[in-house]
């Protein structure tokens, strides 16, 4: 860029001078910032997935984000391709869209997630973040690839960085000082098992008309059509979700996570208590327990199937817990840094609280309890790797195969 | 319900019976399940056999049962821990692949392999890559098994048409297969499109150094989302190139995109490029 050359919103949205310069460069007031919008500080928007969420999700982009284009399978006959589009593809060529909305199933999250960073857009992305593990990796490498901004759907952990026994916690759990965790944190009910479980005698159905079937399955495998495959119900279906406790799961450890600094790391040790799964409709399940290696543990317990979990009874993180040097290091230590809001983010290109690394991180806790659900095995996961060690048939569905032409 | 009429009928008739709404939510007993699908097993390939023969197509029929205790099977034997009874299980699934069964159950059978099979069904699975019906369900199942599933992949490219050529190239990708460069970067001049980007993803997914050149042609393509899509390419190369300390071939890379993408639009890019480049030192 040129010296004293006037900076457009979109080269600074585009670029990384923002980043760098905003506020040395560039008048604030020109470029808008939290309660000094410009009346003329806009940014193109588009929402992917126009289903029960879609206006919802469009909605937390902010105040400032015009709808330009709406995009779904089911607008077949109806799309112009020019407001109403069925192919997301079509839209994110389209340079006058900034962010984008993604309220599709599961499935399509980390592709159109992805594919919007690579044409230089800025996420907003409906939770889960994913379908399996490795997606929410590629989506987190996509985002500092392009240094675009990116956010979950699930903002739990606004409010939970906020409250001051969190931020304690937050503390103690960062510093490392507490060798031996003996925290437990159960999530008892609350996780939709029979609401979001797939019907395992549907029988096929004719395509509706306005339905692209082949575009709805994506990257899944192409099935025979019925309703309960689409449409909400989607979630009990291995190929579109994992039912209710990958829908509900991410809402309820998203601030959890955040509140025992783990946007960084995940379980090593992953146990079901659960019948066998069907091999494509999900069902019911009686706890999780995952335990990661300073000795926290995270539990899921379903209360809708077998007996409760027992093992462990919840217990917070206490200071009383260290020594003395070591409660005098958390006192000194500096709260952390207030998270910043997607319409913020989008303005100042700073980290959206929600990113992408810390985002993959939590859906990795409902795709881990999953796959322990679903092999009946106990799982022994390298954080690091991200690799299910010693299992290769577990690995299987840490990273699953797509239908050409989707891929990672 | 008509009665069972084998030991076999009578072991699957303990599976659960779908509840109102057709889902397995009400009066699932796990030690009953189990116990039955620890007995179908020791019935060894007979009962496995006898379990694919109650397959039907979707429509034609009510195998609720058969189908969740085949897969129950496939998962319960790799449970066991045991490499040779786990073959065992993925041969006998294997041998009533490419014959008369219906193509559904075919798939569903390729499914399970996806699940419990190894590199004694690679074989099997490459045969039917050339088969429209199952193409795209083997490439994932020999994708994900990945132990000697790359010739199979590879042998099948000059066999194959339409859109299964392409999850043929971009599986080649998924695996990785070096020896597959040379047919890759032909099909960068396809005139199918979506060819064009699986193989330009495909030549970067392997890291081959050869193929700049021919990406950076690619990435500059008139098109939006090819451009998009072959830019993404480059940048992978880029990436897996750095890795494997291919440092000049990375920067001809990162100092292409940096210098052509002047268009503010495609600031980004450039500002990847230029990350790209600092990384490279």
């Not at chain 1, 689409?230 to 979630?235: D, L, S, V, W």
């Not at chain 1, 019948?275 to 999780?288: D, K, L, T």
């Not at chain 2, 939510?25 to 694919?52: F, M, P, Y």
């Amino acid at each position: 860029m040129q010296k004293g050359k006037e900076v457009t919103r979109r080269q600074f949205l585009k670029g990384s001078i923002g980043a760098a310069a905003a506020f040395t460069i560039v008048p604030r007031h020109v470029l808008g910032g939290p309660g000094q919008t410009p009346p003329s500080e806009t940014f193109g928007g588009a929402l992917i997935g126009c289903g029960g969420r879609g206006n919802g999700t469009f909605g937390e982009l902010g105040p400032n984000v015009e709808k330009l284009a709406i995009c779904d399978v089911k607008f077949v006959g109806r799309a112009d391709n020019k407001k109403v589009y069925t192919d997301f593809r079509r839209v994110l060529e389209r340079k006058d869209i900034d962010v984008v909305a993604i309220a599709t199933p599961p499935h399509w999250h980390a592709l159109i997630s992805i594919a919007a960073m690579e044409a230089g857009k800025d996420v907003l992305c409906e939770k889960p973040m994913t379908r399996f593990i490795a997606e929410g990796r590629a989506v987190a490498e996509a985002e500092k690839r392009y240094n675009r901004i990116f956010q979950v759907g699930t903002f739990g952990r606004f409010g939970a960085s906020q409250n001051e026994s969190n931020i304690l916690t937050h503390k103690i759990m960062k510093s490392g000082l507490l060798k031996n965790c003996k925290a437990v944190h159960i999530k008892r009910g609350g996780l939709k098992v029979k609401e979001w479980s797939g019907m395992v005698n549907a029988q096929p159905q004719p395509i509706p008309k306005s339905l692209d079937w082949d575009m709805y399955c994506g990257p899944s495998p192409l099935r025979p059509y019925h309703p309960h495959r689409f449409g909400g119900t989607h979630r009990g279906y291995w190929d579109y979700e994992g039912g209710g406790l990958a829908d509900m799961g991410q809402h309820h450890y998203d601030p959890v996570q955040w509140t025992f600094a783990k946007d960084d790391t995940s379980p090593v040790e992953i146990e079901a208590y659960a019948p066998p799964a069907h091999p494509e409709a999900c069902g019911m399940w009686g706890w999780v327990e995952m335990k990661y290696a300073d000795g926290l543990t995270f539990v899921f317990d379903s209360g809708e199937w077998g007996e409760p979990y027992n093992r462990k009874e919840p217990r917070d993180v206490s200071i009383s817990e260290l020594d003395e040097e070591s409660r005098k290091k958390i006192e000194t230590m500096p709260d952390p840094e207030p998270l910043v809001r997607f319409p913020d983010a989008i303005r100042t290109r700073k980290q959206a609280g929600g990113h992408a690394a810390a985002a993959h991180r939590c859906a990795t806790l409902l795709h881990l309890a999953n796959i322990a659900i679903r092999t009946g095995r106990k799982l022994h996961y390298d954080p690091v790797k991200e690799e299910i060690i010693g299992d290769e048939e577990a690995n299987r569905l840490v990273n699953q195969p797509m239908r050409a032409p989707w891929h990672l | 319900m008509e009665k069972p009429s084998s030991p076999l009928a009578l072991l699957v008739s303990r599976m659960p019976d779908p509840d109102e709404q057709g889902m397995y939510c009400t009066d699932i007993n796990k030690q009953k399940i189990d116990s039955a699908i620890s007995e179908i097993h020791e019935g060894g390939r007979k009962n496995v056999i006898g379990l694919i023969d109650m397959l039907v197509p979707p429509g034609e029929g009510n195998d609720v049962k058969p189908h969740y205790a085949l897969h129950c099977l496939a998962v319960y034997v790799c449970k066991l821990n045991d490499e040779r009874q786990q073959r065992r299980f993925a041969e006998t699934l294997a041998s009533q692949l490419g014959g008369d069964r219906p193509k559904a159950v075919q798939r569903y059978l390729v499914r399970q392999l996806q699940v419990a099979g190894g590199k004694e069904v690679v074989e099997t699975l490459g045969k039917l890559l050339t088969d429209e019906e199952l193409c795209e369900p083997a490439a994932q199942a020999l994708a994900a098994i990945g132990d000697g599933a790359t010739e199979q992949l590879r042998n099948a490219l000059p066999e194959v048409r339409g859109r299964y050529r392409l999850t043929i190239v971009q599986n080649l990708g998924v695996v990785r297969d070096a020896k597959s460069v040379g047919a890759l970067k032909k099909l960068l001049g396809d005139e199918d499109r979506e060819v064009r980007l699986a193989a330009a993803w495909a030549l970067a997914n392997i890291g081959d150094a050869s193929s700049v050149g021919a990406l950076l042609k690619a990435a500059d393509a008139e098109g939006v989302y090819e451009r998009i899509k072959a830019t993404q390419a480059c940048l992978l190369l880029a990436e897996n190139l750095l890795e494997a300390g291919r440092k000049s071939e990375a920067m001809k890379l990162y100092t292409h995109l940096r210098d052509t993408r002047t268009d503010p639009a495609e600031q980004y890019v450039r500002d990847a490029a230029k990350k790209g480049l600092a990384a490279a030192g």
